[in-house]
């Protein structure tokens, strides 16, 4: 089952995180986590399997683009269609939008992700590199 989070997630969120979103480098933090639900609370999708976390993935549109993050799943639900659905779930909500394209973040060294991207038609991106800057 595909739902959106809510603010009583959050520290389950920042659990299974630890577990499923291998290779980051990230600071979590639970009053981001939940400004995002409170700010686009449709934004943060997770799909439970008999009740417990097993993937997420956020959707972020900022009314111009479509951006894709936090595509986790649980180690013992891979290979099962979880990131396939979440996938297929976020691109519904941007086409909703009237969205016609949208990126995915994915950090290079992660190829375990980088199969489920091209499984689902994603492609590396050669032309632009993203370019950051700690605040």
């Known amino acids: 089952m595909i739902r959106t989070a809510t603010p009583s997630d959050v520290d ?16 979590d933090d639970p009053a981001k986590v939940r400004a995002l639900i ?6 943060l999708l997770v799909y439970e399997l008999d009740g417990a976390i097993a993937g ?9 683009r479509a951006h894709l993050y936090r ?20 691109e519904d909500r941007f086409r909703a939008f009237g969205a016609f394209r949208a990126d995915a973040m994915v950090l290079n060294a ?13 492609k590396a991106q050669d032309d632009c590199a993203r370019w950051v800057r700690p605040l």
């Open 12 to 27: 389950a969120l920042l659990a299974f995180w630890l577990v499923a979103a291998e290779n980051t480098d990230r600071h």
């Open 71 to 90: 595509l986790a799943v649980a180690p013992e639900a891979r290979r099962q269609g979880v990131a396939r659905q979440l996938i297929a779930a976020a």
């Open 56 to 64: 997420t993935v956020i959707a972020g549109w900022d009314g111009w």
């Open 38 to 43: 409170e700010r686009d609370p449709e934004a």
């Open 110 to 122: 992660n190829t375990d992700a980088h199969l489920a991207w091209t499984a689902t038609g994603y």
